[in-house]
């Protein structure tokens, strides 16, 4: 789904992020980032690790989530938890918020930058300090909803 160009510009931002960090880019971190980036979207450590199987049917599956937990730490990618069941990895990591369908369990990119700049109400000022704020939007997408009608 992304272009040629886009992968270049973050196989470039891989190789300096793990170099600042000191971490070696090996062969398999490579191709799990490679993977990462062409399926797009949310995926889960369990769908790359399908996927990568092809290429490296050696590779375990804690091998994948260790990457994948490096690469949240570098800001490659961001972990998500949805509805506190799933854990999926999110490519997109600008500002966004989730539509997520409780029937299929897709998981849809919102950007509302309204929300993202309105004033949190004075209690949670009172609780601590705010690091970020995301929203989930759980419902039935329309894939699902039209579906059903048939
Ligand atoms: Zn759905
Ligand atoms: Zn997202």
Not at 10 to 17: A, E, N, S
Not at 55 to 69: G, S
Not at 114 to 131: A, C, H, I, R, Y
Request: net charge neutral.
């Amino acid at each position: 789904m992304q272009n040629e160009k886009l992968s270049k510009q973050h196989l470039k931002q891989l190789k300096q992020l793990c170099n600042e960090a000191g971490i070696k880019l090996t062969h398999q971190r490579l191709e799990i980032f490679k993977e990462l980036m062409a399926v797009c979207d949310h995926p889960s450590a369990e769908l790359i690790h399908q996927r990568i199987h092809k290429k490296l049917p050696t590779i375990a599956i804690d091998t994948v989530y260790r990457t994948l937990a490096t690469f949240d730490e570098l800001g490659l990618v961001k972990k998500l938890h949805i509805m506190n069941e799933r854990t999926l990895f999110d490519t997109n990591v600008t500002i966004h918020h989730h539509f997520i369908c409780t029937h299929c369990k897709k998981v849809e990119d919102i950007y509302w930058s309204d929300f993202d700049n309105s004033t949190l109400p004075e209690v949670v000022k009172g609780m601590g300090k705010v690091q970020s704020r995301h929203l989930e939007i759980h419902g039935v997408c329309n894939d699902c909803l039209n579906t059903n009608e048939k």
